[in-house]
């Protein structure tokens, strides 16, 4: 059972930065692609990152530019590079990992961008 743990949300001021985390358990993490998404208050949910096993990216283009998604496999960690904040940028941010039949979860972690 895969087991992913999201870290580094907060509060920030527009035009700063925050790098998330994404800690996977197991040793299958380097098989499969990675993403993050996100989701704020009465909107729908919204793909913002993913990262393939061999380290193709795809961004959404709110974030193109002002966004970087890596990975390091020895560490079993996604990162999701943010900088240039907007307030709509504000939402819980959910990793995950795309296990093909099925995409597990992380809890989230709550990002505020705000004077």
């Known amino acids: 059972q895969v087991r992913l743990v999201e870290s580094g949300g907060g509060l920030v001021q527009p035009g700063g930065s925050l790098r998330l985390s994404c800690a996977a358990s197991g040793s299958i993490f380097r098989l499969y692609g990675m993403g993050w998404y996100r989701q704020a208050p009465g909107k729908q949910r919204e793909l913002v990152a993913d990262?393939?096993?061999?380290?193709?990216?795809h961004y959404a283009d709110s974030v193109k530019g002002r966004f970087t998604i890596s990975r390091d496999n020895a560490k079993n960690t996604v990162y999701l590079q943010m900088v240039s904040l907007k307030p709509e940028d504000t939402a819980v941010y959910y990793c995950?990992?795309?296990?093909?039949?099925?995409?597990?979860w992380g809890q989230g972690t709550q990002v505020t961008v705000s004077s």
């Open positions: 995950y990992i795309d296990l093909l039949v099925t995409r597990p």
């Open positions: 990262i393939t096993s061999g380290g193709s990216t």
